[in-house]
């Protein structure tokens, strides 16, 4: 049964061309021809897969995120520069051939001449355009979710030659295509039902799309760009000088824009303005010797620093205020939103579990291995114990080596042995000496093995684990982590489609609750290695 979607929920889907901080991937390409251009594009949340022709309309697809049928758009351009009149509608859709494949669609386009289809060919998708001349031009998309190929194929007899190529990385760009060979695509492929009718409706008759939307990415940066930095799994945190608060990892899908000032398309200034008394991500659950803390890290001033374009490297300033919050449920330090699988993408499909607001819809905004999904939505409830000054200066791409050459508050301990004022010791090592970031000296401390926020006895087996809370597994033995005089850590720059990693050494000072002092041993050094994503935008 034909369906006709609202050209008012396909409308800011272009309008985020020009916005969309959540660029993923981007692809453009040239046919062998010369005559058309073929851009695949993550946008927002949606992957779009169009070409441009000789004339400068356009036509293609929108594959939405969460899954459901792609919808069809034709534009033509208007006589304004980068000015397009676009229609957009669901086109004719049938059930899938074969169990397990996608609904498939096909429309006519509405400025003519013009067939689109979307349908599963085996084990992979292909979003292409049978054009007026004949010519086939459009995306394989692949099954196992890696980067699309380009498809080109000239009309031979009843069937087609194809070439298939990888995105452009820099002009010209139609000169990579490989013969893939004679295909022979079903019969009805772009086969219209008999009771298809005209789906499409008027989305804008002034869609504004930049002509480096068409563009290739070729590690080179406009002179303005959007810069976002996602979090990914792996990273760690190390707080205090007792070890007890160490080998936390980060939460994973922390997502921060920044703008990058780039003159000579290469060496660029970050600017962070906007984000000032904004949050740093989602609350930050922490649960360490029986004592849970909720905290809310938030930019007190701008965000700053320098990003060279080619690499991917980089180093800024991050001045934050992180508010605790002392909480007493050492399995959940945060607040949760249960039931939102797509992060940051501000639709609240989720609701809050716990704090000020629980019940309340929410988008999650963070995913921790311990605790869950995290929210700006889902706020602690109580009052803070501390708003402590926490200067990530710099954060960088690479290289950090600290001293220790600080005097301990406490007599005890050999001058310069400390990182930050008032910090009682250096760590918690009874002989004094931290080894390759342990202290060997002591006797191990026990661990629940799938909940590390957990402590054991080791001689009770998983008595005070598995046996009292399922699935937090055995206790094993694990020894106290601690810094020793010196603090070294390696990041690692990445172009946007790889991971870096972002360190950085700071001081914690000490809270207004002796629990977390203790159990922390704050004032005292701190350590982050953050793993993640960047994706750049260009901004016109």
Known sequence: MQRHRSTIAILPLLAAILLAPTLLYAGVQDTPDGMRTMVNSDVGVERWAITRHPDGSLTGNVFRSDGGDPSFIACTANEAPESYNCQGGDGCLTPPSEPGQSTRGTSESPIGGILFASKDVGAERWAITLNADGTLTGNVFNSD????????????????????ADECVEKPCGGTFNEIGVVSL?????????????????????????????????????????????????????????????????????????????????????????????????????????????????????????????????????????????????????????????FNDGAKNGVCDGGDNDGEACDSGASDPNFGDTSLDCLPSGSSVGELEINLSPATTGSISVDSDLDCASPLFPPGTCYCPN???????????????????????????????????????????????????????????????????????????????????FCVPATRAAAINTTAGLPGPGLVQLKGGSVRVPVQ
């Open 145 to 164: 979710g890696s980067p699309p190929s380009f498809i080109y194929c000239e009309p031979e007899g009843s069937m087609f030659r194809c070439f298939g």
């Open 423 to 505: 910090q009682i010791q250096p760590n918690a090592c009874i002989d004094g000496i931290c080894t390759n970031g342990e202290c060997l000296a002591n006797d191990p401390d026990g661990l629940c093995s799938n909940a590390r926020f957990r402590s054991c006895r080791l001689e009770f087996g998983s008595e005070d684990c598995e046996d009292t809370f399922a699935g937090s597994g055995s206790c094993v033995a694990k020894n106290r982590p601690c810094f020793g005089t010196n603090v070294s850590a390696e990041g690692e720059c990445a172009v946007p489609g790889e991971e870096g990693t972002l360190v950085s050494f």
């Open 186 to 342: 079903p019969a009805d492929f772009f086969e219209l039902p008999a009771e298809c009718g005209d789906s499409y409706s008027l989305i804008s008759d002034n869609v504004p799309l930049k002509d480096t939307f068409f563009m290739p990415i070729d590690g080179s940066c406009a002179p303005l760009n959007e810069l976002t930095v996602t979090s990914s799994p792996g990273g760690d945190l190390d707080s205090g000088w007792t070890g007890i608060a160490h080998d936390n990892e980060t939460p994973s899908e922390v997502s921060v824009t920044v703008d990058l000032l780039c003159p000579d398309g290469e060496n660029c200034t970050v600017d962070g303005t906007s984000l000032v008394d904004e949050l740093f991500g989602a609350p930050l659950p922490l649960s360490s010797g029986g004592v849970p803390v909720c905290v809310l890290n938030i930019f007190r001033e701008a965000v700053n620093g320098t990003y060279t374009c080619s690499d991917g490297c980089g180093e800024t300033d991050v001045l934050l205020e992180s508010q605790v919050f002392l909480v007493q449920d050492i399995a959940k330090p945060c607040p949760t939103c249960v039931g939102d699988d797509a």
